[in-house]
């Protein structure tokens, strides 16, 4: 089992709608998680961090993370052509010093 | 302020080749990562560094991958002797301890061994 896992898409879903991106982890002791966008050829970028169990909003973006069942998500609301990109989900799974693992990825592709 | 600076953006080369890979963090963060991103792997931590001294390097593949960091604002990746299998985007980031935020990211350097 790889330790942090994402379908790798495509998802597609047309202008307007909720685009919901899921990824689990390995490691039940993890701490932290967070979600990059990647655009084609970019460097990946911070979007979104959680701590604890629950919601999480900013903007048009919320993340959940259920601790429980080792899950953790990120919607984006009202999806927009500029949001096509990769979401990478990643985890830090030993606390202390800054060590994340990242999934592979999931590639969105937003209709107009 | 200026962010994490790579060179070179682009690197082809060779099989059997060195191949020298630069970074310099952002002034003032004092953990410093090397990444390496392919299709079939993602992104996979390589080594990182606190303060200039190599913290965890279980990710580096093989012993023809190095990394020093000299000082607080630069450090280098090589591989040597290069293989093809080795083509893929390399990013380096820093950070800063206690921040609870994760790395910044430079543009990367896309390497192709031929």
């Known amino acids: 089992q790889k330790e942090v896992e994402q379908n790798s898409g495509p998802l597609s879903v047309p202008e307007g709608a909720i685009a919901s991106l899921n990824c689990t982890y390995s490691d039940r002791g993890s701490q932290s998680f967070f979600w990059y966008r990647q655009y084609s050829g970019k460097s990946p970028e911070l979007i979104m961090s959680i701590y604890s169990n629950g919601d999480k909003e900013d903007g048009r973006f919320t993340a959940q993370l259920n601790k429980a069942s080792q899950y953790v998500s990120l919607l984006i609301r009202d999806s927009q052509p500029s949001d096509s990109a990769t979401y990478l989900c990643?985890?830090?799974?030993?606390?202390?010093?800054?060590?994340?693992?990242f999934g592979t990825g999931t590639k969105l592709q937003v209709i107009p | 302020d200026a962010g994490v600076i790579q060179s070179p953006r682009h690197e082809v080369t060779e099989m059997g080749q060195e191949v020298t890979l630069r970074c310099k963090p952002i002034?003032?963060?004092?953990?410093l990562f090397w990444y390496r991103q392919t299709m079939m792997r993602g992104l996979e931590l390589l080594i990182y560094?606190?303060?200039?001294?190599?913290?965890?390097d279980s990710g580096m593949p093989e012993d023809r991958f190095s990394a020093k960091m000299p000082n607080a604002s630069f450090s280098t990746l090589k591989i040597q002797p290069s293989e093809p299998r080795d083509s893929a985007v390399y990013f380096c980031a820093s950070d800063r301890r206690g921040s609870n935020q994760p790395q910044h990211f430079g543009d990367g350097t896309r390497l192709s061994i031929l």
């Open positions: 990643a985890v830090n799974m030993r606390g202390g010093y800054q060590k994340v693992t």
């Open positions: 560094f606190n303060n200039n001294v190599p913290i965890d």
């Open positions: 002034s003032g963060h004092d953990y």
